[in-house]
């Protein structure tokens, strides 16, 4: 029997833990919240200031570029000098790209707003890393669920606002943003502790799902896992998984503005703002009650391989709608069919590394996400640009169908990994 001073202890470790939890949670839900309402409104900012849809394309990618430089640098420095000074320098950042965003008056200010954003976005990687510092390994799926769920809600709300707020001018979703930025950035700095306690349980050499991003200089130490042929393939699904949603999520604004009309009108930032809105309810529904039984009726792979005939098709299918309501029709077959493909993509590729592994390839996984996001809105603003809007469409299908040649034909998780998971899938 314990004796009470241990019980006590005990107990308020858990309410630290818990409250520690919620801050974060709080600080990611406000991130993706004011990265969301940007999220349908920069391509209608952008050609309002007389940008086409090739420049809006590399508007987009310039953002992923930067992100793709600094974020190693800022889980580094993390590491380093600790997970709270970093989080409101990348807020900082966010802030600050976010109010030149709403000042800009020319092209060129919108790269410098984009630029500075992304060179600060270690806002989520910083966040994962901190939940892994402070939670035991079997602890870390439940606390990185939080996450998920933040996402969820962002992607509802956030375009809801923008398409809400768009009624009176391009500039008052962006200022929301940033009101939004400096709630986080409040909420980082009076409620998360000033003295960051990491267990002993967190090991160099077992990093944990936050997430260990390499420098660009280091890439060669990722060559191992493209050496397996389990993994590469896994991971050649990743990238086109990326390639394929980003291709979509980075043209739709620009091909619904030129396809779609909504009560005689082009549409715009509301109507956008809610189609994106809804499909992010959908989401949530999804993820809530469905996913995790259809991975334990037919299995991850089924569900990836679901996931990805279902994209294909989707993707397609919009390339030749005409009207909103078939685009709403569309988009609810695509997301009861791909709601379980990224994350069960994800757990094969984590159970294919082993534990020790996690962080490196999680951090693996967003650079190559990071590299779809640079390439794929490249080429769809100039398929838009030059009016191939359902070449564009289809194209995005044509990524994901692509995705079917890598499936892995060999078993994927590792015989050494096998006890583990079970023992894992059982807790």
């Known amino acids: 029997m314990n004796p009470p001073e241990f019980g006590a202890t005990a ?33 209608f900012f952008s050609e309002h200031l007389g940008a086409s849809p090739a420049v809006v394309g590399a508007l987009v990618s310039t953002y992923a570029i930067f992100q793709l430089i600094a974020g190693p640098i ?8 600790g997970r709270r000074p970093i989080l409101l320098l990348s807020q900082i950042g966010t802030l600050a790209g976010f109010l030149l965003l709403a000042l800009s008056r020319h092209i060129w200010m919108l790269f410098v707003a984009r630029a500075i954003d992304g060179a600060t976005a270690g806002n989520l990687s ?9 939670t035991k390994p079997e602890q870390r799926a439940k606390s990185f669920a939080l996450i998920g769920i933040a996402f969820g809600m962002g ?23 940033c009101a939004l930025s400096l709630t986080s950035i409040l909420c980082t700095f009076f409620l998360l502790p000033r003295r960051e306690i990491i267990h002993d349980y967190v090991l160099d050499d077992d990093p944990g799902p936050g997430g260990k991003r390499l420098s660009l200089i280091s890439w060669r130490e990722y060559r191992k896992y493209f050496r397996d042929p389990v993994m590469a393939r896994l991971l050649a699904q990743w990238l086109l998984f990326g390639f394929s949603f980003a291709t979509f999520v ?5 091909f619904a503005e030129r396809r779609y009309l909504w009560n005689g009108h082009p ?3 509301r109507e956008v703002g809610y189609i994106f809105a809804f499909t992010g309810f959908l989401g949530i529904i999804m993820q809530g009650g469905f996913v995790g039984r259809f991975v334990k009726w037919f299995g991850e792979r089924k569900v990836v391989r679901i996931g990805f005939i279902t994209s294909a098709f989707a993707y397609a299918a919009i390339g030749f709608s005409r009207t909103i309501v078939q685009l709403l029709w569309i988009s609810f077959g695509s997301s ?92």
């Open 11 to 43: 107990e308020l470790d858990s309410k630290r833990l818990r409250s520690r939890l919620l801050t974060i949670f709080l600080i990611v839900a406000v991130d993706v919240l004011g990265y969301t309402i940007i999220l349908p409104l920069l391509p």
């Open 74 to 81: 800022l889980g580094q420095l993390s590491d380093r000098h």
């Open 126 to 134: 910083v966040a994962q890393a901190y939940i892994s510092d402070v």
């Open 155 to 177: 992607f509802t709300i956030g375009p809801a606002i923008a398409g809400f707020l768009a009624r009176f001018g391009y500039a008052a979703p962006i200022f929301a943003s």
């Open 250 to 254: 980075s043209g739709f604004a620009l």
């Open 267 to 269: 549409v715009g930032v």
């Open 336 to 427: 009861v069919g791909g709601a379980g493909l990224r994350p069960a993509l994800t757990s094969l590729i984590t159970q294919r590394a082993g534990r020790r592994e996690q962080g490196v390839i999680i951090g693996l996984t967003q650079s190559l996400m990071s590299i779809a996001q640079i390439m794929a809105p490249l080429i769809s603003g100039v398929l838009i640009d030059r009016l191939y809007l359902t070449t564009w469409a289809v194209w995005a299908g044509i990524l994901a169908a692509l995705a079917l040649f890598f499936e892995p034909a060999a078993p994927v998780i590792p015989s050494e990994n096998r006890n583990a998971v079970a023992e894992a899938s059982r807790v």
